[in-house]
């Protein structure tokens, strides 16, 4: 009877007589019902804001996942080339030793403009001036102009540019102007730049 007088009594409820500012003057089973609403909605709310969560830190967690298995598989790629790349570090040490070796010094830049003067004579040229111009600082090195003014024939300035190549010491050769320097003679004036090349140490800061 107590379950068909408490159906009884929800049938009779008027809704629009429940004051929700007097919550404790409600008829029990409202009170219930509403009870039990507010923990479903409560337990539901909580539900979906927990899940919410939990889907923001795994997707963090995958993100994560993402960039360590790109740094272990870097990783691993070094280490399972490391001695390759401690061959090739010693290779280019060496080959960094072997270049620098072919940069004058300070002090050898005297037999250096000897070496030019003495190439151009073996090669039939006169080698009228032969100067050291002002250094040029670059980021790593110096940069060593010399302007050589000769005159020989077209085969001896030939053979001279070429022989440039076999110096023991790294020289390029640039911005060259060859003239007859009278119309009644075979032989040519070459003005030309050379450049030669030091390494810039800490002194040179």
């Known amino acids: 009877m107590a379950l068909a007088d408490t159906l009884k009594s929800l049938n009779e409820l008027d809704l629009a007589e429940l004051n929700f500012d007097n919550l404790g003057s409600w008829p029990l089973p409202v009170k219930i019902i509403s009870g039990v609403v507010l923990f479903a909605l409560l337990v539901t709310g909580g539900y979906y804001l927990h899940i919410e969560a939990l889907q923001l830190r795994l997707e963090g967690v995958r993100t994560q996942e993402v960039t360590l298995r790109r740094d272990f598989e870097q990783k691993a790629f070094e280490a399972a080339n490391l001695e390759a790349y401690k061959r090739q570090m010693v290779e280019m040490e ?10 004058p010094s300070d ?5 250096l403009l000897e070496d030019i003067t003495n190439k151009g004579e073996l090669n039939g040229l006169a080698i009228e001036t ?24 077209f085969h001896d300035l ?18 060259f102007d060859i003239a007859a320097p009278g119309a009644e003679t075979h032989q040519l004036k070459m003005n030309i730049l050379a450049k030669t ?3 810039r140490g800490g002194d040179d800061e």
Do not use: C, K, W
């Not at 072997?98 to 940069?103: E, R, T």
């Not at 030939?158 to 911005?175: C, E, K, Q």
């Open 107 to 111: 002090t050898e830049v005297p037999g």
């Open 130 to 153: 032969i100067d050291l111009l002002q250094e040029i600082p670059q980021e790593f090195y110096v940069e060593l102009p010399i302007q050589i003014n000769a005159v020989g024939s």
């Open 94 to 103: 060496e080959s960094f030793g072997a270049l620098v070796s072919q940069l």
């Open 197 to 199: 090349y030091r390494y």
């Open 158 to 175: 030939g053979a001279f540019i070429s022989g440039m190549a076999g110096l023991p010491r790294i020289v390029t050769l640039h911005d």
